[in-house]
């Protein structure tokens, strides 16, 4: 089945700094999702981007698909930005099944 | 506009017990999607489903485990005898129409589930 691998696993910054998530994917997709667990257990939908970019206030994602990877950018960030985050694809012509990463935890100091 | 719901929240069983897990989707969603977090690890699915369909079972355990999706009311996912092992959180999705996977998946805030 299709892989996902996610990069870095763990990431520590202080307060205001930016960060760059990294997904890779080892198949052709048509869905691909980014999740913020928040400390508490929650997940929270952040993006559906199979392909493109999408931009929501400080957070912003870009998907090529023809390359395999996704990138999710984290700018000026707050303590409450950390958890984990996952990214999720469904791969094309595949099961209709979500295949999460194991995620990077970000970890954002006061 | 009421999200993906999940009860019970919090929920704790003795070995040898039987847990029953509730999703109620999101309204107009007729896709169910069931997905197992173990500590310290990623989401694995678990379960597709559609109103009184099982379309694709291929994550669930052989033994203990089960799911509906009844015409009324919420899906169930049912753990029959639980053990140790089976403490985990329990996610479950929606979306609309399935579409082959295209659809944004919603998910309900979750299940933790701890067996003594």
């Known amino acids: 089945g299709i892989q996902v691998e996610q990069s870095p696993p763990d990431l520590i910054l202080q307060e205001g700094a930016n960060s760059t998530l990294r997904c890779n994917f080892s198949?052709?997709?048509?869905?691909l999702q980014w999740f913020h667990q928040n400390p508490w257990g929650q997940l929270i939908n952040l993006f559906y981007i199979p392909s493109g970019t999408k931009q929501n206030g400080r957070l912003s994602a870009t998907t090529v698909a023809t390359e395999r990877y996704s990138l999710l950018y984290i700018s000026s960030s707050q303590t409450t930005d950390s958890g984990v985050y996952f990214c999720?694809?469904?791969?094309?012509?595949?099961?209709?099944?979500?295949?999460f990463g194991q995620g990077t935890r970000l970890t954002i100091n006061p | 506009n009421a999200g993906v719901m999940q009860n019970p929240r919090h929920l704790v069983r003795r070995r040898g017990q039987e847990a029953r897990l509730r999703c109620s989707p999101m309204k107009g969603h007729s896709h169910v999607y069931w997905y197992r977090q173990l500590p310290e690890e990623g989401l694995k699915f678990m379960v597709y489903?559609?109103?009184?369909?099982?379309?694709?079972e291929s994550g669930m355990p052989k033994e203990r485990f089960s799911a509906e999706f009844p015409k009324e009311g919420p899906s169930i996912l049912r753990i029959q005898q639980v053990v140790r092992g089976d403490s985990a959180a329990y996610f479950c999705a929606s979306s609309p129409r399935g579409r082959s996977g295209e659809e944004t998946q919603y998910f309900g805030p979750g299940t933790r589930l701890l067996v003594l």
């Open positions: 198949d052709s997709v048509n869905n």
């Open positions: 999720a694809v469904v791969s094309l012509g595949g099961a209709q099944k979500l295949v």
């Open positions: 489903l559609q109103k009184e369909n099982i379309i694709d």
